[in-house]
């Protein structure tokens, strides 16, 4: 049993709010998942040739500021970095080197992911002390994704949490348990693909990713999904424009999803919606079956 949350902010003036708005969200999952959390957060976009790294340290006492001298030595003098606790979100115009140069450099650091758009921030604990640790209040944003965990098939570590990602500014999270993971991963791998984890839901997030990357849209990535996947799960996605959510075809895990003029809100329970503004007057509903429901900001 897992909480998952999203919410995308249709209203660009309001969006200072994100944060704020979904702090509670991702609270009210607490009993659904005490062990861990996390929250994928779409942003203003860097410049083109730029991309943001969101990166573990996995302690609080990690050097940030000796980090960032030594990166600029090593492969980018004009680069910025935000530090919150043992996160940090590095900007450069070469992630690719700044990724052989972590690897090689800092192989204790974890990159949790990449893009133009996405920061990622998650770790073991509560929810509320998670939250108040990376001052979720404060992220501001067009949409984001967040989870609370209940481990069922991995173990509990920052690296088992989700959001989980692929590619760049692609992010999942999963309520349920697929039974085929294995199957998938073993398709992957035979095409180049690596794992980080033993976690089945990152072989849904690298599928996805992987058929996008083929050329499929989110939507066609989604269909061939339905076809591969088997097990319980409702997944929640998102991408540099786009909040998506889908269920089995059983729809066992549970979705509720609110909408008005101003917002998307999509939680595992009503809830954690409930203190959202104007909630009385949005159009509320539960996801069918094996139907795609995606939004664009």
Known sequence: MCGIVGLLIKDSRKRDRLGEWMVPMLIGMTERGPESAGMAVFGKPVPDKHRKLSLYAGRNDFDWKAFEKSARKGFDPKLSLLAKANHGVLETSDADKAARWLKASFPQLHLLSVGRSIDLY???????????????EQLRGSHVVGHTRMATESAVTPAHAHPFTAGEDFCLVHNGSLSNPFSIRRKLEARGIKFDTDNDTEGATRYLEWRMREGDTLEQALEKGFEEFDGFYTFLMGTRDELAIVRDAFSCKPAVVAENDEY???????????????????????????EMYVWRR
Request: charged content about 30%.
């Open 122 to 136: 998650k770790d073991t604990g509560l929810p509320g002390d998670i939250a108040k640790r990376y001052n979720f």
């Open 264 to 290: 998307v809100a999509i939680s595992s329970e009503f809830r954690s919606l409930a203190h959202l503004p104007d909630i009385k007057n949005a159009k509320v509903f539960e996801p069918k079956p094996e």
